[in-house]
Nanobody, 120 residues
Framework: VQLQASGGGLVQAGGSLRLSCAAS????????LGWYRQAPGEERELVAD???????VYADSVKGRFTASRDGAKNTVYLQMNSLKPEDTAVYFC???????????????WGQGTQVTVSS
């Protein structure tokens, strides 16, 4: 599974950004699509994850501000980020959990990361 993310950038506190991630796959069945982030010196953490059943899980820190959505036909996941705060500054990674059809095994796949910087 190849994941191509876009949409990061620099924004002032209170502003908005929208991230997109397109998944291209052959011989895979994608289960979940979502976003993680990693700030300097910190562990990578879940931001939002959408399961195949379209259930969405959010980190407590982004609930009410971020909205994840998934276009199944395009295998694309979006992250609309509103009311951004300086503490949202991080590299955001697209993530997919997918089953490889020939081996019937699930693995995690990551995009290249896109920088989001929120100035105060």
């Amino acid at each position: 599974v190849q994941l191509q993310a876009s949409g990061g950038g620099l924004v002032q506190a209170g502003g908005s950004l929208r991230l997109s991630c397109a998944a291209s796959e052959s011989s895979f069945i994608i289960s979940s699509l979502g976003w993680y982030r990693q700030a300097p010196g910190e562990e990578r953490e879940l931001v939002a994850d959408i399961t195949a059943g379209r259930n969405t899980v959010y980190a407590d820190s982004v609930k009410g501000r971020f909205t994840a959505s998934r276009d199944g036909a395009k295998n694309t996941v979006y992250l609309q980020m509103n009311s951004l705060k300086p503490e949202d500054t991080a590299v955001y990674f697209c993530h997919a959990r997918a089953m490889e059809m020939t081996t019937m095994t699930f693995n995690d796949y990551w995009g290249q990361g896109t920088q989001v910087t929120v100035s105060s």
